[in-house]
Each structure stands twice: as C-alpha cells, then as structure tokens.
Nanobody, 121 residues
Framework: QVQLVESGGGLVQPGGSLRLSCVASGRIVKINAMGWYRQAPGKERDLVAIITSGGTANYVDSVKGRFTISRDDAKNTVNLQMNSLKPEDTAVYYC???????????????WGQGTQVTVAS
C-alpha cells in the first residue's frame, strides 16, 4: 500500500506565497513522475505542474513564472512553491505520483487527500 500525504495549504492574501509538500510512504520501489493538480469549486481537476524522475518540470501556462515544482527522491517528497498568488489560484490541491510498489512490482497512480489553498484579502 502506498500513501501520499499533503501539507502546507492555507489562507493567504493576493501576492503572497505558500509552499505545498507531499510525502509518499509505503512499499515503494520507484517513483516515476510526480505532480500537483487542483480543483476549484464546480470545476474539473486540472494539472498544475509535473516533474519527471529525471527532474524535468512542466507547468500549466497560468502558473509559469510563479510556481516551482521540485522533488527530493531520498525523502519521496514533491514540493510546490507558489509565489505571487492570485484569487484564481484558490482550489483544493492534490498530489499525484506514478509509483512502482513492492506489491508484485505493480505500477499505479496514487493521489493525496488534498489540501485547501485560499487566496483572498
């Protein structure tokens, strides 16, 4: 069993910063891509940023230059540094990881439980 646990959400004023973290635990053999998604009320869950096992990062256009995704493979962690936050960034943010587990060396996508980010004055 693999679990992802996010932390770091909260309430911040426009222009402020937050750092989200996600830790993967369990019988992990390898973690491939890791990413952050977000879902605003009444909308679908959309990709925000993704980082490959080789460290290549990609971002949705709306966060380029403001958000930075990073990973620490020694700690099975992926982070999302969010700067210059805007009200439209308000959403529940979910961590996602493509994991090869020790359970039969199966490969599956896992999700965290989500963390609320609210940008408001």
């Amino acid at each position: 069993q693999v679990q992802l646990v996010e932390s770091g959400g909260g309430l911040v004023q426009p222009g402020g910063s937050l750092r989200l973290s996600c830790v993967a635990s369990g019988r992990i053999v390898k973690i491939n891509a890791m990413g952050w998604y977000r879902q605003a009320p009444g909308k679908e869950r959309d990709l925000v940023a993704i980082i490959t096992s080789g460290g290549t990062a990609n971002y949705v256009d709306s966060v380029k230059g403001r958000f930075t995704i990073s990973r620490d493979d020694a700690k099975n962690t992926v982070n999302l540094q969010m700067n210059s936050l805007k009200p439209e960034d308000t959403a529940v943010y979910y961590c996602n990881a493509d994991v090869v587990s020790a359970l039969g060396f199966s490969r599956n996508a896992y999700w965290g439980q989500g963390t609320q980010v609210t940008v408001a004055s």
